[in-house]
């Protein structure tokens, strides 16, 4: 049997996805996750507990584990496991992305050197470290520029500044973010160091896709109609087609190549964001790991090379789901039989409106109820006390639809989003006597 390695969270919402495709696939899932080695199995999954942290003695188990289970593939769910599935997709002698380059998709100032390198388009960069007063950066600075950490996603800590103080301002901001429990708890090694670029002007798109030996094979190419201009970057909406000319998504699949090339990223699903403007197509950031969350529901995928595959589920082709378009990659099965459904597709990244305590959620059933709305999940938990970007890290929920153009998708996602009504406390201010 097949076994494939997943290392994730232990709150990674694809989990469940992956598992349901690796039944019908008939292939065995090994799970590697960050807890306390203490617990045992509390949750009886037979998962190896690793620390992402701690890359040595979690290799070592996930090679112990290996000897009683051969693995013929690996995966990487989220961020923060990259580097370590790197490593283990090393160790146990099975395609994967380079150690050196899954760290390098990880850090962006580290990225934005081999771009660089690479003569791929950059803005202008250079890091700011802990104690650094950043007043003094003045003279190195022109405006309008983004501030950002160096090692979160999501565009958490990312703050575009038009002037010194709201540099100085977004420096203290991010710093302030960075010193978090949560955010220090992740322990990368680049939790103190910030990043200042240039803006860059123009629209925003996501490429979403697998590299075999390096060479890249696109899955799809997302638009995000919203715009991503500051002083926050909450991305909301995704739809795919993209709507960018041929020639346009044509650059986009170019740069992420050179971009993957550059990193030297080799066997494995890659997420990239660009920028689309004036200057042509800048790649912000590859990463080594698939679209996250609840995200890659919007992906379903059917067989172009077998007119009857879909023939004993009854009329109209089966659809699969991105993870297992993910799971046949990892097994070393050629994929090149499936394309994205030609139907437009999106989901809604519901935005969280203000601070505070979520009190109670409606009209999650209206928003199902209207035409071309494949679900509506909220995520968000009652009691849950809610921040909005750039402090936040989560989102509210999420609202996927389809639709016959990506026109109609965003419309219709936009008529789920009024039906929904969150009630928020204000958060409330302690005042010392």
Request: hydrophobic share 45%; aromatic share 8%; charged share 20%.
């Given at each position: 049997m097949t076994r494939i390695l997943i290392l994730s969270t232990t709150t990674g919402y694809q989990l469940r996805?992956?598992?349901?495709?690796?039944?019908?696939?008939?292939?065995?899932?090994?799970?590697?996750?960050?807890r306390c080695h203490r617990l045992g199995n509390p949750w009886r999954d037979g998962a190896v507990p690793v620390r992402f942290h701690e890359e040595a003695a979690s290799l070592a188990a996930i090679v112990e584990a290996a000897k009683l289970a051969p693995i013929d593939g690996v995966i990487a769910v989220g961020d923060r496991p990259v580097v370590l599935a790197a490593h283990a997709a090393r160790a146990l002698g099975v395609p994967g992305h380079p150690p050196a380059a899954a760290a390098a998709s990880a850090n962006k100032k580290r990225a934005r050197q081999l771009f660089t390198e690479a003569g791929m388009n950059v803005p202008w960069f250079f890091?700011?470290?802990a104690g650094e007063e950043p007043a003094a950066l003045g003279s190195r600075a022109s405006y309008p520029l983004v501030v950002k950490p160096l090692g979160l996603s999501g565009s958490r800590g990312v703050i575009r500044a038009d002037s010194l103080d709201q540099l100085v301002a977004a420096i203290a901001r991010v710093r302030a973010l960075l010193a978090r429990p949560d955010v220090r708890a992740n322990r990368s090694g680049i939790d103190e160091t910030v990043l200042v670029e240039g803006f860059i002007e123009g629209s925003e798109v996501a490429l979403e896709g697998v590299l075999t030996r390096g060479a890249l094979r696109t899955l799809a190419i997302f638009d995000k109609p919203e715009p991503l201009d500051g002083?926050?970057?909450?991305?909301?909406?995704?739809?795919?087609?993209s709507g960018l000319g041929a020639g346009v998504q044509q650059a986009v699949r170019d740069e992420v190549q050179r971009g993957a090339a550059a990193l030297g990223l080799r066997d494995g699903p890659v997420h990239a964001e660009c920028r689309v403007g004036p200057a042509g197509v800048s790649v912000l950031e590859i990463?080594?790991?698939?679209?996250?969350?609840?995200?890659?529901?919007?992906?379903?995928?059917?067989?172009?090379?077998?007119?009857?595959?879909?023939?004993?589920?009854?009329?109209?082709?089966?659809?699969?789901?991105?993870?297992?378009?993910?799971?046949?990659?990892?097994?070393?099965?050629?994929?090149?039989?499936?394309?994205r459904e030609p139907e437009a597709a999106g989901v809604m990244m519901i935005p969280i409106p203000q601070r505070g305590m979520l009190k109670r959620v409606e009209g999650v059933d209206a928003a199902r109820d209207i035409d071309g709305i494949d679900d509506v999940r909220i995520t968000a938990k009652i009691g849950q006390t809610l921040e909005r970007l750039p402090e936040a890290g989560s989102y509210l929920g999420f609202i996927f639809a389809h639709a016959p153009t990506a026109t109609d998708v965003i419309a219709t996602l936009k008529r789920a989003q009024m039906e929904l009504t969150f009630t928020i406390d204000a958060p409330i201010t302690l005042v010392k006597a």
């Open positions: 996805s992956f598992g349901d495709a690796a039944a019908r696939l008939g292939i065995e899932l090994i799970f590697a996750t960050d890091e700011v470290h002083p926050f970057f909450e991305e909301t909406i995704y739809v795919t087609p990463a080594a790991r698939p679209i996250g969350g609840l995200c890659s529901r919007v992906l379903q995928f059917m067989r172009t090379d077998d007119a009857d595959a879909g023939a004993e589920h009854g009329p109209g082709p089966t659809l699969v789901p991105l993870e297992e378009i993910l799971l046949r990659h990892a097994a070393g099965q050629n994929i090149s039989g499936f394309a």
